[in-house]
């Protein structure tokens, strides 16, 4: 009778263990969905146009912040340098400078932004730009098909 009652009051390690592992599964899960939004409202809020949330997944939150910065210079930097290897020698070295913050700058996320600006561009340089015609490419692929 004895043995009855210590069993009611207690659970056994395989229990517990389970009841362990599906605790640490959910604050797993959650963290992530809280990492995830946090991402989002950074990239938001700080007006970050070359960074995913995607990107900061796994990214501990305390560390979101330089992280997504870190990425956005990257990407940044990657974007400015393709324009100048791709503008290099078809337009003006004095230009190039204007050129390339018109195109990588503050001016919004549009692909029609920037593809008006490209054939802006494209005019001065005499180089005709036309859209890329394959839709899949991404990046500095798409800006080197774009002046191509």
Do not use: C, W
């Not at 390690?13 to 963290?31: Q, V």
């Not at 796994?58 to 100048?84: C, F, N, P, S, Y």
């Amino acid at each position: 009778m004895d043995n009855g009652a210590a069993e009611a009051g207690q659970e056994s390690g395989g229990s517990l263990r389970e009841k362990l592992e599906a605790a640490l599964a959910t604050n797993a899960t959650l963290a992530t969905q809280v990492a995830s939004y946090q991402a989002k409202d950074l990239i938001s809020a700080k007006g970050y146009k070359h960074v995913t949330a995607e990107e900061l997944q796994g990214v501990k939150l305390d560390e979101i912040e330089a992280k997504a910065a870190e990425i956005e210079q990257t990407k940044v930097a990657q974007r400015e340098a393709v324009l100048r290897e791709v503008l290099g020698d078809k337009v003006d070295k004095a230009d190039l400078d204007a050129m390339v913050k018109s195109l990588v700058g503050d001016q919004g996320n549009d692909g029609a932004g920037a593809l008006d600006r490209i054939r802006a561009i494209g005019k001065q340089a005499a180089v005709p730009v036309s859209k890329p015609e394959d839709a899949t490419l991404f990046g500095p692929s798409k800006i080197r098909a774009a002046f191509a």
